[in-house]
């Protein structure tokens, strides 16, 4: 959620006013304006704006507020073709139907509401169970309001669990660090601001495929040290970091110094990705089954399948989540432990999830997740076979095979073949414009391909890699449950005409054309919120050298 500011009226009114674009438009109130014929034929129409700041003295009918409403939210890009986000767009109309008839639940009302409690229990024993949970331990887990939150609580409860040890054998308590790589998302730099620990960021680099570096961690681990951070999956390039081998450094370490630092797995995407996929996480353990990895977040409402607004963490035993941690709430006649960031939460969100987990079962999340996995391929090779642009994600690649060799040794799948003939990875097609492309068309940017595929209603984001790799910038496609074959099929088609028109055209600048930079726009953008556009990002508070980005996630 971007951090908004309070917006002055009475100024941003002016400013409208002033600009030429609002010379033609009136500004009347007339009374009586509840008595519409049709929400067209309300004040708002054409004689009054909707208040944007303050609230009205004088209502306005539903119908013609919902039509007002939904007008300006035409405006909005289209959902399936957000190919920016991980978040899903799409469920089925029986889910769809199970949260509107429990859009009014409340997750922190469990006396009230016991049978969406007992669904929100037994989604955390599937997930356990899913993500290897060991027989002799007892997993504990709890649904959240998604990753970053889930995230927050697996870091507490690292912090605390190193608290209390360090208070054991009488040692400082007031240095405590976190390891996490560059290309890690928001949350997990927030977790430590937040929580005051420090964040040793580690740089990615080509070499290490985009991802942390387990040499790195080898030599920024010591006693301070309240675990790591690995991911499951970047939201820069889809790679899956390498958890067995960060796991086996730790062993090591431990059996050096006697110094025991956990993981905590912040698969976001891949928690609901490599149990399914026949690829797995590409090596032979990446979760419980690693005694090193205590704690596994992911987000329900990406490859999970859910609708915005769940997620989900669970810790190997209940002996990793400090017991000091726990509320024991006494709430409208009920007890129950808690242990979130939030009291008040959506309910509905659980129940889609415990549908999907039941509904689909094993067999269908993992033909969604192969089928996300084939047309991810599909559009990698499609991209690379031009000439014109290279991959930076290899989930396209034979297993082992990261870089792209010749591209007349580019092959297309065959019949049978799965994710496990290629690099694990996530469904995510990370690419730029070739080196010879560039040189023979120097004057075509790369950002304009974004913009022009935006004006064909594609939402695909152009941005540089992570810091001291931030030279290379990528457009980047998230290939979700919705992308059917003809779907895929007429972006393949989009992406090459659009790249055909600039190679044709003489070189044009359309910084004016992209989106947001409409001055009516800017004018209200720049009173309410605290962030720069793109054009303004060298005045932002921090350059991109420093610390965790946020991406597109």
Same mark, same amino acid.
């Given at each position: 959620?971007?951090?908004?500011?309070?917006?002055?009226?009475?100024?941003?009114? $002016?400013?409208?006013?002033?600009?030429?674009?609002?010379?033609?438009?009136?500004?009347?109130?007339?009374?009586?304006?509840?008595?519409?014929?049709?929400?067209?034929?309300?004040?708002?129409?054409?004689?009054?704006?909707?208040?944007?700041?303050?609230?009205?003295?004088?209502?306005?009918?539903?119908?013609?507020?919902?039509?007002?409403?939904?007008?300006?939210?035409?405006?909005?890009?289209?959902?399936?073709?957000?190919?920016?986000?991980?978040?899903?767009?799409?469920?089925?109309?029986?889910?769809?139907?199970?949260?509107?008839?429990?859009?009014?639940?409340?997750?922190?009302?469990?006396?009230?509401?016991?049978?969406?409690?007992?669904?929100?229990?037994?989604?955390?024993?599937?997930?356990?169970?899913?993500?290897?949970? $060991?027989?002799?331990?007892?997993?504990?887990?709890?649904?959240?309001?998604?990753?970053?939150?889930?995230?927050?609580?697996?870091?507490?409860?690292?912090?605390?669990?190193?608290?209390?040890?360090?208070?054991?054998?009488?040692? #400082? =308590?007031?240095? @405590?660090?976190?390891?996490?790589?560059?290309?890690?998302?928001?949350?997990?730099?927030?977790?430590?601001?937040?929580?005051?620990?420090?964040?040793?960021?580690?740089?990615?680099?080509?070499?290490?495929?985009?991802?942390?570096?387990?040499?790195?961690?080898?030599?920024?681990?010591?006693?301070?040290?309240?675990?790591?951070?690995?991911?499951?999956?970047?939201?820069?390039?889809?790679?899956?970091?390498?958890?067995?081998? +960060?796991?086996?450094?730790? #062993?090591?370490?431990?059996?050096?110094?006697?110094?025991?630092?956990?993981?905590?797995?912040?698969?976001?995407?891949?928690?609901?990705?490599?149990?399914?996929?026949?690829?797995?996480?590409?090596?032979?353990?990446?979760?419980?089954?690693?005694?090193?990895?205590?704690?596994?977040?992911?987000?329900?409402? =990406?490859?999970?399948?859910?609708?915005?607004?769940?997620?989900?963490?669970?810790?190997?035993?209940?002996?990793?989540? @400090?017991?000091?941690?726990?509320?024991?709430?006494?709430?409208?006649?009920?007890? *129950?432990?808690?242990?979130?960031?939030?009291?008040?939460?959506?309910?509905?969100?659980?129940?889609?999830?415990?549908?999907?987990?039941?509904?689909?079962?094993?067999?269908?999340?993992?033909? +969604?997740?192969?089928?996300?996995?084939?047309?991810?391929?599909?559009?990698?090779?499609?991209?690379?076979?031009?000439?014109?642009?290279?991959?930076?994600?290899? !989930?396209?690649?034979?297993?082992?095979?990261?870089?792209?060799?010749?591209?007349?040794?580019?092959?297309?799948?065959?019949?049978?073949?799965?994710?496990?003939?290629?690099?694990?990875?996530?469904?995510?097609?990370?690419?730029?414009?070739?080196?010879?492309?560039?040189?023979?068309?120097?004057?075509?940017?790369? *950002?304009?391909?974004?913009?022009?595929?935006?004006?064909?209603?594609?939402? +695909?984001?152009?941005?540089?890699? @992570?810091?001291?790799?931030?030279?290379?910038?990528?457009?980047?496609?998230?290939?979700?449950?919705?992308?059917?074959?003809?779907?895929?099929?007429?972006?393949?088609?989009?992406? !090459?005409?659009?790249?055909? $028109?600039?190679?044709?055209?003489?070189?044009?600048?359309?910084? @004016?054309?992209?989106?947001?930079?409409?001055?009516?726009?800017?004018?209200?953008? $720049?009173?309410?919120?605290?962030?720069?556009?793109?054009?303004?990002?060298?005045?932002?508070?921090?350059?991109?050298?420093?610390?965790?980005?946020?991406?597109?996630?």
């Amino acid at each position: 959620m971007s951090l908004a500011r309070h917006v002055d009226p009475d100024q941003i009114i $002016q400013q409208l006013h002033d600009h030429p674009s609002k010379s033609h438009q009136h500004h009347l109130h007339i009374k009586n304006a509840a008595s519409t014929i049709t929400p067209y034929s309300s004040r708002y129409a054409s004689q009054a704006e909707v208040s944007k700041f303050v609230i009205p003295k004088e209502g306005a009918p539903a119908d013609a507020v919902h039509q007002m409403l939904k007008d300006e939210l035409d405006l909005d890009g289209r959902p399936n073709l957000n190919l920016a986000s991980f978040v899903g767009t799409y469920m089925e109309r029986e889910a769809e139907q199970l949260m509107m008839e429990n859009l009014s639940k409340n997750m922190s009302d469990a006396d009230e509401y016991p049978a969406m409690m007992a669904m929100h229990a037994r989604c955390v024993s599937i997930l356990s169970h899913l993500w290897g949970v $060991q027989k002799e331990e007892s997993a504990v887990g709890t649904a959240t309001t998604g990753s970053s939150e889930a995230i927050h609580l697996g870091g507490l409860a690292m912090k605390r669990r190193w608290q209390e040890r360090r208070g054991k054998e009488g040692k #400082d =308590k007031s240095k @405590p660090n976190i390891l996490m790589g560059s290309n890690a998302q928001v949350a997990l730099e927030k977790f430590a601001r937040y929580f005051e620990v420090e964040a040793r960021i580690l740089d990615v680099s080509e070499d290490s495929l985009y991802r942390l570096d387990p040499e790195l961690v080898k030599k920024n681990i010591d006693e301070n040290t309240i675990g790591v951070f690995v991911i499951l999956g970047s939201t820069y390039t889809g790679h899956y970091e390498p958890v067995e081998a +960060i796991s086996t450094i730790l #062993d090591k370490y431990e059996e050096e110094t006697g110094i025991d630092i956990p993981i905590h797995l912040d698969a976001a995407s891949g928690g609901f990705i490599a149990p399914f996929t026949h690829a797995k996480a590409g090596g032979p353990k990446w979760n419980f089954e690693l005694p090193r990895v205590k704690s596994i977040n992911a987000s329900g409402h =990406k490859f999970g399948l859910v609708y915005a607004g769940v997620g989900w963490i669970i810790w190997r035993d209940q002996s990793y989540l @400090p017991k000091h941690l726990i509320f024991e709430l006494h709430y409208l006649g009920g007890t *129950e432990e808690s242990y979130t960031l939030n009291f008040s939460r959506p309910g509905a969100q659980v129940i889609a999830q415990y549908y999907n987990l039941i509904h689909l079962g094993f067999d269908g999340y993992r033909t +969604i997740m192969e089928n996300c996995m084939a047309n991810a391929r599909l559009l990698s090779k499609s991209l690379e076979a031009t000439g014109w642009y290279e991959c930076v994600s290899d !989930i396209h690649r034979p297993k082992g095979q990261h870089k792209l060799r010749k591209f007349k040794d580019i092959k297309f799948g065959g019949e049978g073949e799965t994710s496990a003939d290629y690099n694990a990875g996530l469904p995510v097609v990370a690419f730029h414009l070739s080196d010879a492309f560039k040189e023979e068309y120097a004057h075509v940017k790369q *950002e304009s391909i974004s913009t022009l595929l935006r004006a064909k209603q594609y939402i +695909i984001p152009n941005y540089p890699l @992570p810091p001291k790799e931030e030279k290379t910038e990528i457009l980047r496609i998230v290939v979700r449950e919705s992308m059917s074959l003809d779907l895929l099929d007429r972006l393949i088609t989009d992406i !090459i005409s659009v790249t055909e $028109q600039l190679m044709n055209s003489a070189p044009i600048d359309l910084t @004016p054309f992209q989106h947001g930079t409409a001055a009516v726009n800017h004018v209200e953008k $720049q009173a309410q919120s605290l962030g720069v556009d793109h054009h303004n990002k060298h005045k932002a508070r921090r350059p991109m050298d420093k610390g965790v980005h946020r991406t597109v996630c």
